[in-house]
């Protein structure tokens, strides 16, 4: 293939021509870390920051560690004292991690951390060795778990730009980060406010303006015809693989609605089963493997027999419903019985007791809960616009196809 003009072909790909191709170890000090004897008491708990893999890769900056030890600790291990900036790259117990050490620390012997020299900039190198899983992977052995030694870890081929577009690919890269960091922290204090909201509403205890009637509480098969589901014999192939939808506890609890299943049955699998054809708006429950899980359906469809669901009768409003019986997890559980697997009965579930208002207010709750809902979603959706950003101009910048300088 014909190079590009102003690009050379390297061991690792082609790059820009005045990029260099440098090993590892040549562009940042690799330390190693270590662990101070779990049988001596004053090793431990002290104000000395010390992580482990497992603390590592969900976050850019690492801050403080869950466990740390004391002075006399440190200077009884193979562990070493980490300035700030230190990358912190995880060398067993999930290869490949990264992170930048935001406070004085040390690190036990799951890393090899990167001390950035003055020619390579320690952001570049974090989100340059994020993308870099699969080759630390392919460069780790070991019998009774996988480690990449030192070693390995120093002779690994990398992507050098000039110092100045180092800084500025990480600059950029590092704008789009706290965009992302935004978004989650706005998601988060939203969820929490819809959780409070939830509490207070949904139990009475703070009523929506124009609202004063009285609230009953009423058995949950009084205001919704609870029905199971069931399962067609997996040895008639003439049962599945048709187009009625078949849904599993498995596939309900993460989104609010359910639109299509995994698998999906005939006609004939259907009429030969115990499972029902449930209309749109019905409110799935999960009653066993996940007890307590729930969604709306919202098109016409059945379940197997891991399910109680609801279908409102006129006087109960089923997204009302929906963000009820979401509360009430931890009832359903404790009412649950089984040797081989935890399982609430119809019975049980019918017996459940609930706070209900009167209609219109139950529609005004529900509708306030949505709009919240969907603010949410809405929000969700740019975080995960904003990650594929990132993640393409990820893949641009830190190979010289797109230059910042």
Known sequence: MELKEGFKQTEIGVIPNDWNLECLGDVAEVVGGGTPSTFTKSFWDGNINWFT??????????????????????????????????????????????????????????????LANDNSNNEFLYYLISTLKSVLLQNASGSTFLEISPKHVKAIKI?????????????????????????????????????????????????????????????????????????????????????????????????KYVYESERKITKEGLDSCSARM??????????????????????????????????ANENSNNEFLYYLISTLKSLLVQNASGSTFLEISPKTVKAIRIPLPPAPEQEAIASLLSDMDAELESLERHRVKYFGLKQGMMQELLTGKTRLL
């Open 53 to 114: 893999p497992t603390e590592i890769g969900k976050h850019k900056y690492a801050y403080e560690s869950e466990r740390k030890i004391t002075k006399e600790g440190l200077d009884n291990c193979s562990a070493r004292l980490l300035p700030t900036g230190t990358v912190l790259l995880t060398s067993r117990a999930g290869i490949g991690d990264v992170a930048i050490l935001v406070n004085e620390s040390c690190t036990n012997q799951g890393f090899q951390s990167l």
């Open 159 to 255: 992507p050098i730009p000039p110092l100045p577009e180092q800084q500025a690919i990480a600059e950029v890269l590092s704008d789009i980060d706290a965009l992302i960091t935004s978004l989650d922290e706005l998601i988060e204090k939203k969820r929490n406010i819809k959780q409070g909201s939830m509490q207070l509403l949904l139990t009475g205890k703070k009523r929506l303006a124009g609202f004063t009637g009285d609230w009953e509480t009423r058995a949950l098969g009084d205001v919704a015809e609870v029905v199971g589901g069931g399962t067609p014999s997996t040895f008639n192939k003439k049962s599945w693989d048709g187009n009625i939808n078949w849904f599993t506890p498995t596939e309900v609890g993460r989104y």
């Open 278 to 311: 449930l209309p749109s708006g019905t409110v799935l429950l999960t009653t066993r493997a996940g007890i307590g899980d729930v969604a709306i359906l919202v098109n016409e469809s059945c379940t197997n027999q891991g399910f109680q669901s609801l279908i």
